[in-house]
């Protein structure tokens, strides 16, 4: 049995958060021992963990970047609680990990997730630097995807071993049930037609995201007779300028924002097609939901776009804002026997790769291999000969 400790940046709404309370959360239910700190006091997920004791979960309510009393709270955890593996949620939480182990000289394995995907500029360049020695002492980073993985090689950033591990998604819960009067409904509260065709988006509305690329889309799908209108599943920053955007374009009353909600699916399925039109991403789990919904997706080629997608038969694949080819694929997607062709091989290869079921049981196999021996070298080979490990240098 797992005895794990999971530590996070917060619990704020985003996927790296939503990833790892999935992760413990199944871990629980399979009879293994979870606990949980987060470094930040952002709980608006706290609700959604479903650990077997409220104090099984642990906010070090960190006030500045590296906090002393913060990490002296997780290193007093990790001396209690004797964790056979320490999970780290993205290189910020490694940072604490790492030290507060180090400082109560702790055993066990430091697994490393990483969900970024590409060095945003110069600030995020020196974090790297900072961070990828942390990697080379982790027992194991796990990346999202094989792109980002060798993305990420190339930069020296890599553990002692490497994994790829898909993201999953339940796909008993995102399975369309929604009929015909609901998605009439759902489609009605935004002023949408069911003549109109419908493109969904999800995410929060961040620059990184382009969702004003999907604003631009729906002027030219409209200048060409399609009766376009674009719902943006979410809320965020860039909520005024999507706004002013779609003012600017005449587009403004086919352009409609949800919000923040909890529960994406009634508005995926009131959807023809989803787009995504993000400039960087790992392994997006909204597109995964849709998929499972589904729907016919068009993503940007970023990061595992294309090991989730086959152009032309369960989705489509456009260079990174190159809106005359988005256009040409939402466009395609008007026709009827397309959209439902493709929705459904994307729903089969949800199924066969990218279930949750799939992603927990890989994530439990790593997670007992590298607590499951204490050799370190017979540990790699027998990881290689199973295909779960990678080893890695250890340092440039």
Known sequence: ML???????????????????????????????CHAAYIKDNHALLDRVRLRSESAVRCLEAERFLDRSALAELAALIANLQPTAIIAANPYPLLYATFARRLVRARGAMVVTCHATKLAGPKEFLKMLLYRPLFWTADCAVFVCDRQRRYWRRRGLLARHNAVIYNGVDTDKFTDTTTREQRAATRH?????????????????????????????????????????????????????????????????????????????????????????????????????????CKPVVHSNVAGAAEMIHPGYNGFLFRVNDTTALVE???????????????????????????ERKMIESYESLLLELTGDSNDQHRSARGRRNGTLESGSGGP
């Open 329 to 355: 694929h939402l466009t395609r997607l008007t026709n009827r026997d397309d959209r439902l062709s493709v929705g459904a091989h994307a729903r089969g290869i949800v199924e066969k790769r990218f279930s």
């Open 189 to 293: 509260v935004f002023g949408f037609a069911e003549s109109d065709f419908v493109i969904g988006t999800l995410g929060d509305l961040r620059k990184e995201k382009n969702q004003i690329e999907l604003v631009a889309a729906v002027e030219r799908l409209r200048g060409a007779g399609i009766p376009a209108r674009a719902l943006l599943i979410g809320d965020g920053a860039q909520r005024t300028e999507i706004y002013a955007c779609a003012r600017e374009r005449g587009v403004a009353g086919d352009i409609a924002i949800t919000g923040f909600v909890h529960d994406v699916r009634p508005f995926v399925a009131a959807s023809d097609a989803v787009a995504v039109c993000s400039v960087t991403a790992g392994m997006s789990l909204a597109t995964l939901e849709a998929m499972a919904l």
């Open 3 to 33: 005895r794990a400790l999971f530590v996070t940046g917060s619990f704020a709404y985003g996927g790296v958060e939503n990833h790892a309370i999935t992760l413990m959360n199944r871990l629980v239910e399979r009879g293994h021992e």
